[in-house]
């Protein structure tokens, strides 16, 4: 629930990007007189595009602050308290995101293109949107076969989020029983380049163990399925950990040959 201290807790905020609080308290209340009119998907898309453009200027507001904090500028009471209240309505602005699959239920084109629009804007709002982004993966309206194409896109978005908290469901969809959604965790875990080290560590040494598992079975050529899935998920590992590990290499043996030699190797797995 979006919460009543949210719009007031606005009118502190001395953000000169953003919008006054007037205008912004203004679309919000458009935005659910459209989920509720039922149709203008693309004015809802819109502002939910509004939406995620401020939780990025909160973003840089929330690094300003830092900053100054760090070097003693400014008060640092009133600091504290605007960052504490920032990071209060970042969580509510995801919210707000997230209000389109609870206003919009049926699977029409136009709902469609609204869900596809708010997983995207998820992704851009850190562990906000990334926790969001897993209630709609589970949503049961995105469960079926054919509805795949949500649950990747919410799986590559968790990535996008660079919230480094989630790596682990990442890598446990890895072992998933679709193709798809493999390929998806492997192309969400490439944004895990800054990362801290031992979350690296992890996720490559995980990356490698299925890669080489995948490899493996699929050099059976009777194994039709075994060597479909391959093909999907194998640049999409491949890629990952270059990105985790600063390395490249063709073939999954290389990976594991790399990895083994170099898993105990501080420099690579630092945190700098």
């Known amino acids: 629930m979006i919460s009543t201290l949210f719009f007031s807790a606005l009118t502190s905020l001395p953000l000169a990007a953003a919008a006054p609080q007037d205008s912004f308290a203004e679309q919000v209340k458009e935005y659910r007189a459209i989920l509720d009119d039922r149709e203008r998907e693309s004015e809802a898309i819109a502002l939910i595009d509004a939406f995620a453009t401020r939780y990025a200027e909160h973003c840089a507001r929330l690094v300003e602050i830092a900053d100054m904090l760090d070097i003693d500028e400014g008060n640092p009471k009133v600091l504290k308290k605007e960052a504490k209240d920032i990071e209060s309505q970042q969580e509510d602005l995801a919210n707000l995101v997230y209000l389109a699959f609870k206003e919009r239920k049926r699977s029409t084109e136009g709902h469609r293109r609204l869900w596809k629009g708010a997983i995207f804007a998820l992704g851009q709002m850190g562990e906000s949107g990334a926790e969001l982004l897993w209630k709609v993966y589970g949503d049961k309206r995105f469960k079926k076969s054919e509805e795949v194409e949500f649950r990747v896109a919410c799986v590559q978005q968790v990535g996008s989020t660079r919230d480094w908290a989630q790596w682990e469901e990442l890598v446990d969809l890895l072992d998933h029983h679709e193709d798809q ?40 050529p009777e194994d039709t399925t075994a060597r479909q899935r391959y093909r999907m998920v194998n640049r999409p590992m491949l890629d990952a950990l270059s990105e985790m ?11 594991r040959k790399w990895y083994n030699d170099n898993k105990k190797n501080r420099e690579i797995w630092s945190d700098e």
């Open 245 to 255: 590990a600063g390395q490249t290499f063709p073939k999954p043996l290389d990976w």
């Open 181 to 220: 959604i493999i390929a998806a965790a492997a192309t969400a875990l490439k944004n895990y380049r800054e990362a801290p080290g031992k979350i690296r560590l992890e996720a490559c040494g995980k990356l490698v163990n299925f890669l080489n598992s995948y490899y493996n079975a699929a050099s059976n």
